[in-house]
């Protein structure tokens, strides 16, 4: 997504013409319009992209609007609603501003120091979620909810975006599993995007991990939590140091028939397993939004490996913690037996 798109383009009607050192014609003697009609619009985000590097007439041709506001559309079918048009035309570039936030993974893991984070940097009023969820390639859940982040309500509870009323649920084409082998193929046919977008601030992000880092299944209830997430980076030496922002999926139903969709839900919370309050998401939400972004590709590869990372991390945490209460009891064990014989020892003497 290096490639900035500021060239002028060429005009439909001309053909875009060169011949290499050899005397013979390049491709750049294919018409424009055959290339915009017949090649671009087969790309997805990522090649279309890469394609913009090739030379200046790609790089021209590439950048046109509509290329981007299909590609965007038919990538997260949730954007397509009036307000989020209207948002998504404010931002730098456009829909092609859009892709190259919300596409790639998160790339900064790295924790930050409290110090340094400033205390009164832009606070999104409003956040935009655009979830799309896709089984098997097909387009099962699609919704997009407002929430306000200015309340008091907001900043002091814990921080929980749900897609579903109570009493709402989703009838969907997966079939009731019978057993561990088809809750583990969920894994690989479940996809999932959750967009969040700053409108004033025009940014937007991913926090997917695309695919599950994990599905399982209650013992009891026989339903099926699939999470997602992503890992964002927080405040270096506190239990914030990493933090998870966990999308769960619950499924459920009878035993015959396909399963129903009863959850759809955000939370966010630290290595010590404890829910971070709105205030407090949201300034690591928005400092995420401020950051870089990684490479689009291979984000399944990616999203596993720094879950996995991320429980490691909370494990080793976990370790410590439990190592330090062992020496403070040994501590205090040693000192109250110091204690009970100086007490014993006085009482003698007198």
């Known amino acids: 997504m290096a490639?900035?798109?500021?060239?002028?383009?060429?005009?439909?009607?001309?053909?875009?013409?060169?011949?290499d050192e050899g005397g013979s014609a390049t491709f750049s003697t294919v018409h424009p319009d055959i290339?915009?009609?017949?090649?671009?619009?087969?790309?997805?985000?990522?090649?279309?992209?890469?394609a913009a590097c090739i030379s200046s007439q790609l790089h021209a041709l590439s950048c046109r609007e509509k290329l981007w506001t299909?590609?965007?559309?038919?990538?997260?079918?949730?954007?397509?609603?009036?307000?989020?048009?209207?948002?998504?035309?404010?931002?730098?570039?456009?829909?092609?501003?859009?892709?190259?936030?919300?596409?790639?993974?998160?790339?900064?893991?790295?924790p930050t120091s409290a110090v340094g984070s400033p205390a009164n940097h832009h606070r999104p009023s409003e956040l935009i979620s655009a979830v799309d969820i896709y089984y098997r390639g097909e387009l099962m859940f699609s919704k997009v909810v407002e929430t306000e982040t200015v309340s008091g309500w907001f900043r002091c509870s814990p921080f929980r975006i749900d897609l579903l009323e109570p009493k709402e649920v989703v009838p969907t084409p997966i079939p009731y599993?019978?057993?561990?082998?088809?809750?583990r193929g969920l894994a690989d046919d479940l996809t999932l995007s959750w967009i969040m977008i700053d409108p004033t601030g025009r940014r937007a992000m991913n926090l997917s991990s695309h695919r599950p880092v994990s599905v399982q299944r209650h013992w009891l209830s026989g339903e099926v939590h699939v999470r997602f997430a992503s890992i964002l980076k927080g405040d270096r030496g506190s239990s914030s140091e990493y933090v998870q922002c966990g999308i769960v999926?619950?499924?459920?139903?009878?035993?015959s028939g396909g399963m129903q969709v009863s959850e759809v839900s955000m939370l966010v919370e630290d290595m010590d397993g404890m829910h971070l309050n709105g205030g407090d998401s949201l300034v690591i939400l928005e400092r995420t939004l401020e950051?870089?972004?990684?490479?689009?590709r291979r984000r399944e590869e990616e999203g596993r490996k720094r879950y996995e990372k991320y429980l490691e991390k909370k494990r080793e945490r976990r370790e410590r913690k439990v190592r330090t209460e062992a020496i403070l009891d040994t501590l205090c064990a040693v000192l109250g037996v110091f204690g009970f014989g100086l007490l014993l020892f006085v009482f003698l003497c007198k």
């Open 70 to 110: 299909d590609i965007c559309h038919s990538t997260w079918p949730s954007i397509t609603t009036p307000r989020l048009r209207r948002v998504i035309s404010t931002f730098p570039d456009g829909p092609r501003s859009f892709f190259s936030n919300s596409f790639p993974l998160l790339a900064s893991l790295e």
């Open 35 to 50: 290339i915009l009609t017949n090649i671009l619009t087969r790309l997805d985000g990522p090649t279309l992209a890469s």
């Open 249 to 255: 999926v619950t499924c459920g139903g009878s035993g």
């Open 177 to 183: 599993p019978d057993g561990d082998d088809t809750c």
């Open 3 to 19: 490639c900035n798109c500021k060239l002028p383009l060429p005009e439909s009607t001309d053909t875009i013409t060169s011949v």
């Open 291 to 296: 950051g870089k972004k990684g490479r689009g």
